[in-house]
């Protein structure tokens, strides 16, 4: 997706609500955590039911080793969320609902370093080079979680979130960057390969979101 189009889908995010925001409590937060690093706007629409939503970017990756071989992932950036918040009693505690929106697929990249077996057959790291492709999940998530913080309420808070972001079952791609990438006889392999691969992420269905931050009153 074309960053302009990232940008027009945030402005959307923040400023639509199906009432005036005239009269209505507004504040906005800052968070560092599994979706990375990110801000939400927070409109009060009740004294107990707050909209939420927000932009995050993540920086890192981190390794996963999928059928003997470690693979760097990098995980989806940016995401967009957006969420409705029910505060019991007025209360910090919050039960939320929505969904994440994920620009980009995550991404897969593995550079053998010994011989591995791909679909029966013994390949060597010079014959392979890297095994570069994604896991390609759902982009739109359901999300459901419980958090603390109230963003409308004035001044500086503490603001946390945990839940999980439904992305469905991933399903992988691969290539070889090296010159059997082109081998039929390797491709043939490398699709048997990843049957089990798929067979082995399949129940990978859900992004866990820890979300830890500060909020600010407006």
Excluded: C
Excluded at 25 to 44: C, D, E, P, W
Excluded at 165 to 185: C, K, Y
Aim: proline share 5%; glycine share 16%.
């Amino acid at each position: 997706m074309h960053g302009s189009r990232v940008w027009t889908l945030a402005v959307v995010l923040f400023t639509l609500s199906p009432v005036s925001a005239a009269g209505q409590g507004l504040g906005g937060s800052i968070h560092l955590g599994t979706l990375g690093i990110g801000g939400r706007v927070t409109l009060a629409l009740t004294d107990a039911v707050n909209l939420r939503g927000g932009l995050d970017f993540q920086p890192i990756e981190i390794s996963l080793d999928i059928s003997d071989v470690n693979y760097d992932l990098s995980l989806p950036s940016p995401s967009l969320t957006g969420l409705v918040d029910w505060h019991p009693a007025g209360s910090g505690f919050r039960l939320s609902g929505g969904a994440s929106y994920f620009v980009n697929e995550l991404e897969l990249r593995g550079t053998p370093l010994t011989d591995v077996e791909i679909g029966g057959q013994d390949y060597t790291p010079s014959q392979i080079g890297s095994l570069v492709g994604s896991l390609g999940t759902s982009q739109i998530a359901p999300y459901v979680g419980i958090g603390w913080g109230d963003a409308t309420r004035g001044g500086i808070g503490f603001t946390a979130d945990l839940g999980v972001a439904v992305h469905g079952t991933p399903d992988a791609a691969l290539r070889a960057t090296g010159p059997i990438g082109s081998n039929q006889t390797f491709q043939s392999n490398l699709e048997a390969e990843l049957v089990d691969i798929n067979d082995e992420i399949k129940s990978f269905k859900v992004y866990p979101v820890l979300n830890l931050g500060l909020s600010l009153g407006l």
